[in-house]
């Protein structure tokens, strides 16, 4: 059963106490994303915010390139798991099916698709260097990772999912997504961002995991040019980064992070 709090109740037992109790565990579900009647992906998702998640997918996977390609979604929760039907126009769905000819093969790497080693970087890199016109302050940072873990109730409540928050330049969380999945929660986070319009506007993406090179990649594709990580920095996302334009924090704690690329997006 599957329901909007992103959790469900199940029997646990304690050890050593070998005592049971009633626990909450974050609820998993596949979600196939179906672009005009072609399923093209199934993720394994929390079931929330599911919209957004289709969104922001669409978007840093360059299935459309605007939000207006996006003519329509439909939400259907299916025996085996949950449907999300997108309609996008003829011209992007043209786009998708060529890419989708290139397939040699599944994979779980989030590379599928791609035809050479340019298309790995993204146009972002190839074309426009991000830029910005702000600076955030390490007080800022802080200001955030200390109300990040409060407005994470499903965290609080089953201890198994990721957040993604959007931050404004001075700390402020506006709002978080969760998800089991990090790239899922990020992909929430920028089709939420997308969605509000948010879209050039001063901040900053908070994770709670660590910062892989299609972290920073989606984020280059959505705009966004300050990426802040509770945990490390793979060196293909700090490559990604510096090449991107992108100012990259990782091991963020309090009184403490550390700066990989283009520091200028931070204030001395």
């Known amino acids: 059963m599957v329901s909007n709090s992103g959790y469900s109740g199940c029997q ?4 050593p106490q070998a005592q049971r109790k009633a626990d909450w565990v974050a609820q998993e579900r596949a979600v196939a994303l179906v ?33 207006s390609e996006i003519l329509d979604i439909e939400i259907r929760v299916l025996s085996l798991g949950i449907e999300v039907a997108l309609t996008i126009t003829t011209e992007a769905f043209f786009n998708l099916k060529r890419r989708r000819r290139a397939l040699l093969g599944p994979t779980g790497c989030g590379l599928c698709g791609v035809e050479s080693l340019q298309q790995v970087w993204g146009k972002r890199v190839e074309e426009a260097p991000l830029q910005r016109d702000f600076q955030i302050a390490h007080t800022a940072i802080e200001t955030a990772l200390e109300h990040l873990e409060s407005m994470q109730p499903l965290q609080e409540i089953s201890g198994a999912v990721h957040g993604a928050a959007w931050c404004d330049v001075t700390g402020r969380i506006l709002w978080v997504n969760e998800d089991v999945g990090r790239h899922n929660a990020l992909d929430k986070l920028i089709g939420e961002y997308y969605r509000r319009d948010y879209q050039g506007q001063p901040g900053f993406a908070l994770i709670s995991s ?8 989606k984020c280059t594709r959505a705009g966004i040019a300050v990426l ?6 793979t060196s293909l996302a700090v490559e990604t980064a510096q090449k991107a334009g992108l100012t990259l924090v990782g091991f963020a704690r309090p009184n403490r992070h550390v700066i990989y690329s283009h520091s200028d997006g931070i204030k001395p």
């Open 210 to 217: 660590r910062a892989s090179f299609e972290m920073v990649q």
């Open 35 to 67: 672009y005009n009647g072609i399923s093209h992906a199934v993720m394994m998702a929390t079931p929330t915010d599911l919209e957004v998640f289709a969104i922001g997918f669409s978007l840093t996977e360059g299935i459309v390139e605007k939000l």
């Open 228 to 233: 802040v990580a509770v945990s490390a920095a």
């Open 12 to 15: 646990v037992e304690l050890w």
